[in-house]
């Protein structure tokens, strides 16, 4: 068995996010992704996996593969991030989310929430307010992730908004967080000193991007024998000499 390293940006937003730019259509993703060698990426937009197939078509025939994803909103204003090997669970989370989702967005006030196909061309916009919080538990969104098979991230935990420390100061024992994702306003070295408590998590980085110029920025890079959503889980986990190698 031979490991490679791999580069991952595993927090990317569409314009189907409020709060992203319109240009962050799923073939001008792929394009910036391939441009920066990223070899994985993950599409995690606010509360929804609509333009993850998107994305994914798009994609088709290029070396970068898209895992589909979502950022939760917590009813404690958390942020976690899921990600999936296949679009069914995610869309089944989705299912989930809306649910408990209330409120209509406004475009003005909010930005408008694209729907977007692989041609990059309008197949609609959403009218739910992704931009809030669910009214699901932090824990019962992890538990929610983790029983469709898929890995549940600790967003940005370093920030003092719609992060898990930030918002409680703590972290749970009873949440079973597969990685914790520092931004890029924290070093290495700042952040294995200020998370010492959690030294047991791998500590990750990805871009949070919603700007074309921001992907792969903050990246991680991660050991595995090939780049797929069960290696980069393995990597996790530090498993079998999988692991997370590099970040920044």
């Known amino acids: 068995m031979t490991l490679k390293a791999y580069k991952a940006d595993l927090h990317i937003h569409t314009c189907l996010s409020p709060c992203g730019d319109l240009k962050m259509s799923p073939r001008s993703i792929v394009a910036e992704a391939c441009k920066r060698g990223l070899d994985i990426i993950a599409i995690t937009d ?91 538990s932090l824990e019962e969104v992890v538990d929610g992730i983790h029983s469709r098979n898929g890995l549940a991230i600790a967003a940005h935990v370093d920030r003092e908004t719609y992060s898990v420390i930030g918002q409680l100061g703590f972290i749970p024992e009873s949440v079973r967080f597969d990685a914790l994702e520092m931004s890029s306003n924290i070093t290495d070295a700042v952040a294995s000193t200020k998370f010492v408590d959690y030294s047991h998590q791998s500590f990750v980085r990805n871009s949070d991007a919603h700007f074309l110029e921001h992907v792969g920025l903050n990246s991680g890079s991660y050991l595995l024998e090939m780049p797929t959503f069960h290696e980069i889980a393995k990597a996790l986990r530090n498993e079998g000499g999988r692991r997370v190698t590099a970040n920044g």
């Not at 798009?58 to 009813?75: D, I």
């Open 46 to 136: 606010h509360n929804s996996a609509e333009n993850v197939e998107a994305v994914i078509k798009a994609a088709a025939g290029k070396p970068v593969l898209v895992l589909p994803g979502m950022e939760v909103c917590t009813n404690e204003e958390i942020h976690v991030l899921a990600l999936f090997e296949n679009i069914a669970p995610a869309i089944d989370l989705q299912q989930l989310v809306h649910h408990y989702l209330a409120g209509e967005n406004d475009p003005k006030v909010f930005g408008m929430q694209v729907i977007a196909n692989e041609h990059d061309e309008v197949e609609g916009f959403e009218s739910r307010l992704l931009i809030g919080a669910t009214e699901l």
